[in-house]
């Protein structure tokens, strides 16, 4: 599909990334073969793009973070139950817990990245993230990784060798 749109993450917003100790999700001929079984609802399609256009790009065009959260929130869930019956649930085993506690704690919005078990919550500054980051940590006691990241808003690069 043609690119639509494109907009900068605020400078400010953070990104906490919980990587939890699990089996990573599906790749490879794995990967392959699940998109081969995968059927796509034209019902939920729709209404992702319609989250998409009505308050999920408003929402990061205006820096509204509640608003961008819960948009990105609910497109992962949808997104997860177009996948639900390859990867055994809306979310990968081990992150469906993990992204209720990112909301749970203070995250704007949350989601799972790929076929999981990482997931991520955004937040409006360095401070929240921090303190999000040490939150999800207690609660994963020692069973993952947990980092506050930035937003890359340079977007892909591609070098000639």
Excluded: K
């Excluded at 390859?86 to 993990?98: E, I, K, M, N, Y």
């Amino acid at each position: 599909a043609p690119l639509l749109a494109r907009h900068a993450m605020p400078d400010e917003w953070r990104c906490v990334l919980v990587i939890p100790h699990a089996e990573p999700g599906l790749s490879g001929r794995a990967e392959e073969a699940a998109f081969g079984e995968l059927r796509p609802e034209p019902e939920r399609a729709a209404l992702i793009a319609q989250l998409v256009l009505t308050s999920l790009l408003p929402g990061l065009a205006e820096g509204d973070l509640a608003e961008f959260g819960a948009a990105l929130t609910r497109v992962q869930r949808l997104v997860g139950e177009s996948f639900a019956s390859v990867q055994g649930g809306v979310f990968h085993p081990r992150a469906g817990d993990l992204v209720d506690a990112l909301l749970r704690l203070g995250a704007a919005g949350a989601g799972q990245s790929s076929w999981g078990p990482a997931v991520y919550g955004i937040v409006g500054d360095e401070q929240a993230g921090g303190a999000l980051a040490r939150d999800v940590d207690t609660e994963l006691a020692g069973g993952g990784q947990v980092e506050v990241v930035s937003f890359d808003n340079r977007g892909a690069r591609v070098e000639a060798g």
